[in-house]
């Protein structure tokens, strides 16, 4: 099975070394001022750890993934996925150490490594970063997405293994759906709720698909703003939607847009099983691995991803997955009677 780890050669920011790193869609909206918030909230108001809240879909992700893109060569980024691998430790301590030894100038661990020779070199680089901040004087992030997310694989989660004891110009920077308090018990933490598109936001994000500013007022009406939504309402565009037929029939909520692009699959017992596979997969699959499982050839399983708007195969990581987390959660629901897809 091909590795789901980064190769380390030619790479040059941390975040490249990342495996779970997502795929930056073009920045039609960049959030800079919630950035520069979170990146005030570590340097005027000193926090060393900061959590940004919000539910499934306002956005957490991409503003997270910004955050490490503007700060490339001073952050060590995770994500968590729906996934089982990237809430194992191994994943996250093979993945942080070698962005924190790429900062240091240093060699990366093989894959080979075992587990507690892997965890005393996290716990090595950790330390050897703390000085590099204070003799630099610079400042450096570790930022994890989606920390609620991360299932307990064995006696170790990855909770256990989150520094929240900080030294030197380190910081932290979470995202949650949900409170942290039981996952981080001892930490001390500014928690930033994350703020719904503004009606400028939503004009700038649909700008370039010929909405006019009624429709724009209308889409933001319907949404509330809610980022999964608006972004949606563009996906749907962009992949052929009239714009005034979607403005006059938006529904309440984003799930039942979801349901509305869904009910437009003819959902077979082939597709319905192969898109089960990548909703409950244990780990990420490639387009080549999803076709073995689903028992049908590549050319089939990349028919479908041209077929389905709503799934992609991202560049970055050379996995397939769902165009959105909150779709993703919705086909997680929408297919949960499913168990056995063998």
Same mark, same amino acid.
């Given at each position: 099975?091909?590795?789901?780890?980064?190769?380390?050669?030619?790479?040059?920011?941390?975040?490249?070394?990342?495996?779970?790193?997502?795929?930056?869609?073009?920045?039609?909206?960049?959030?800079?001022?919630?950035?520069?918030?979170?990146?005030?909230?570590?340097?005027?108001?000193?926090?060393?750890?900061?959590?940004?809240?919000?539910?499934?879909?306002?956005?957490?992700?991409?503003?997270?993934?910004?955050?490490?893109?503007?700060?490339?060569?001073?952050?060590?980024?995770?994500?968590?996925?729906?996934?089982?691998?990237?809430?194992?430790?191994?994943?996250?301590?093979?993945?942080?150490?070698?962005?924190?030894?790429?900062?240091?100038?240093?060699?990366?661990?093989?894959?080979?490594?075992?587990?507690?020779?892997?965890?005393?070199?996290?716990?090595?680089?950790?330390?050897?970063?703390?000085?590099?901040?204070?003799?630099?004087?610079?400042?450096?992030?570790?930022?994890?997405?989606?920390?609620?997310?991360?299932?307990?694989?064995?006696?170790?989660?990855? @909770?256990?293994?989150?520094? &929240? +004891?900080?030294?030197? *110009?380190?910081?932290? =920077? #979470?995202?949650? !759906?949900?409170?942290?308090?039981?996952?981080?018990?001892?930490?001390?933490?500014?928690?930033?709720?994350?703020?719904?598109?503004?009606?400028?936001?939503?004009?700038?994000?649909?700008?370039?698909?010929?909405?006019?500013?009624?429709?724009?007022?209308?889409?933001?009406?319907?949404?509330?703003?809610?980022?999964?939504?608006?972004?949606?309402?563009?996906?749907?565009?962009?992949?052929?939607?009239?714009?005034?037929?979607?403005?006059?029939?938006?529904?309440?909520?984003?799930?039942?847009?979801?349901?509305?692009?869904? @009910?437009?699959?003819?959902? &077979? +017992?082939?597709?319905? *099983?192969?898109?089960? =596979? #990548?909703?409950? !997969?244990?780990?990420?699959?490639?387009?080549?691995?999803?076709?073995?499982?689903?028992?049908?050839?590549?050319?089939?399983?990349?028919?479908?991803?041209?077929?389905?708007?709503?799934?992609?195969?991202?560049?970055?990581?050379?996995?397939?997955?769902?165009?959105?987390?909150?779709?993703?959660?919705?086909?997680?629901?929408?297919?949960?009677?499913?168990?056995?897809?063998?």
């Amino acid at each position: 099975m091909k590795s789901k780890f980064r190769n380390p050669t030619s790479i040059e920011e941390p975040r490249e070394l990342s495996s779970t790193f997502p795929e930056l869609q073009p920045a039609l909206l960049f959030r800079d001022n919630l950035i520069s918030l979170l990146r005030d909230k570590f340097t005027e108001a000193n926090r060393k750890i900061v959590v940004v809240r919000g539910v499934t879909g306002s956005g957490k992700t991409t503003l997270l993934a910004q955050f490490v893109a503007d700060n490339a060569y001073h952050c060590v980024s995770y994500f968590v996925g729906r996934d089982i691998w990237t809430s194992q430790p191994y994943t996250f301590l093979f993945d942080t150490s070698n962005q924190i030894l790429r900062i240091l100038g240093k060699k990366p661990v093989p894959e080979t490594i075992e587990y507690a020779r892997l965890k005393q070199v996290f716990s090595n680089a950790l330390g050897s970063l703390y000085s590099h901040s204070r003799n630099q004087n610079e400042r450096f992030y570790i930022v994890v997405d989606s920390l609620d997310r991360a299932a307990k694989v064995g006696e170790e989660g990855l @909770a256990d293994l989150i520094p &929240t +004891d900080l030294r030197g *110009n380190v910081h932290l =920077l #979470l995202s949650s !759906a949900a409170s942290l308090s039981e996952q981080l018990p001892e930490a001390v933490y500014d928690e930033q709720e994350l703020p719904s598109f503004s009606s400028a936001e939503t004009t700038q994000f649909l700008a370039d698909l010929g909405f006019d500013t009624r429709q724009v007022l209308r889409v933001q009406e319907a949404s509330r703003g809610f980022p999964a939504y608006v972004a949606e309402v563009r996906r749907q565009v962009s992949q052929g939607a009239t714009v005034d037929e979607l403005v006059r029939a938006l529904p309440p909520l984003v799930e039942d847009l979801f349901r509305r692009e869904w @009910a437009r699959v003819v959902l &077979t +017992d082939e597709l319905r *099983n192969a898109l089960a =596979l #990548l909703v409950f !997969a244990p780990e990420p699959l490639t387009i080549e691995e999803w076709a073995v499982i689903a028992g049908v050839q590549p050319t089939t399983a990349r028919s479908w991803l041209a077929i389905l708007s709503f799934l992609h195969a991202d560049q970055t990581r050379g996995v397939v997955d769902f165009l959105s987390g909150p779709f993703g959660q919705f086909a997680s629901e929408a297919l949960a009677p499913i168990e056995d897809y063998d």
